[in-house]
């Protein structure tokens, strides 16, 4: 357990509808990533938050896809008008500044299915 | 921009036996690279990370990897497996602006 939550764990919808998953990164850590993972690939990065502020975007992130990180602690990522291209497991990864670079803490991820 | 190729998608060992996972990395600005494992239906676990320093850094459950960086390699080792190591490992590097590459991941079976 490395200290980062993340509900639901699994989550199961219909194509169209909206899904939200919400990270609860360490308390102390001030930037927070949110990843894409599908099956037999690696996570590929969606965005990231320093603190409250969103400061960089994948090109991957439609539209349809929308991070928040109110005050600076928890995030949730909305994804709207699902498709089933978007099933695939969802991590969140709470980081330390090591010397020049972050140390990522991840957390177990929400597996999303789109039916 | 930045890439990492992890050059194995499978690796079957028997137990105790020693491992290699190979990773090679390509970046236009200077990186560091961590590998994390992930076991069945969880999260991804940092093993090691290389920073600065000495080249062979040592992580958790006995293993360790070497930053070669005329090669711009970082190998991952552990001289003797046991069947608990068996779970995917991942290759990364991040700059420090905090963007962040993976690799395709390496499945480590480890046979009794």
């Known amino acids: 357990d490395t200290g980062v939550s993340q509900n639901p764990r699994h989550k199961i919808t219909k194509r169209g509808q909206n899904v939200t998953f919400r990270c609860d990164p360490i308390s102390e850590h001030n930037r927070l990533y949110w990843y894409r993972q599908t099956l037999g690939q690696g996570p590929e990065f969606l965005t990231y938050f320093q603190n409250e502020a969103q400061l960089e975007k994948s090109r991957l992130l439609s539209d349809r896809f929308s991070a928040e990180r109110p005050k600076g602690s928890f995030s949730t990522l909305e994804i709207q008008r699902t498709e089933q291209g978007d099933s695939a497991m969802y991590l969140c990864?709470?980081?330390?500044?090591?010397?020049?670079?972050?140390?990522?803490?991840f957390g177990p991820g929400t597996r999303l299915t789109v039916l | 921009a930045q890439s990492v190729t992890q050059l194995d998608s499978q690796v079957p060992v028997f137990e105790e036996a020693p491992v290699e996972l190979r990773c090679n990395y390509s970046?236009?600005?200077?990186?560091?690279l961590f590998w994390y494992v992930q076991y069945p239906n969880q999260g991804l676990q940092l093993l090691l990370k290389?920073?600065?320093?000495?080249?062979l850094v040592k992580g958790i459950n006995g293993f360790e990897a070497e930053f070669n960086k005329s090669q711009t390699s970082f190998h991952l080792r552990k001289p003797s497996v046991h069947i608990s190591d068996t779970a995917e490992y991942f290759c990364a590097v991040i700059t420090n602006a905090g963007k962040s590459t993976f690799g395709d991941g390496t499945t480590l079976t480890v046979k009794p």
């Open positions: 290389y920073l600065s320093g000495s080249t």
């Open positions: 970046s236009s600005v200077s990186v560091y």
């Open positions: 990864a709470s980081t330390v500044r090591d010397r020049d670079t972050d140390t990522q803490y």
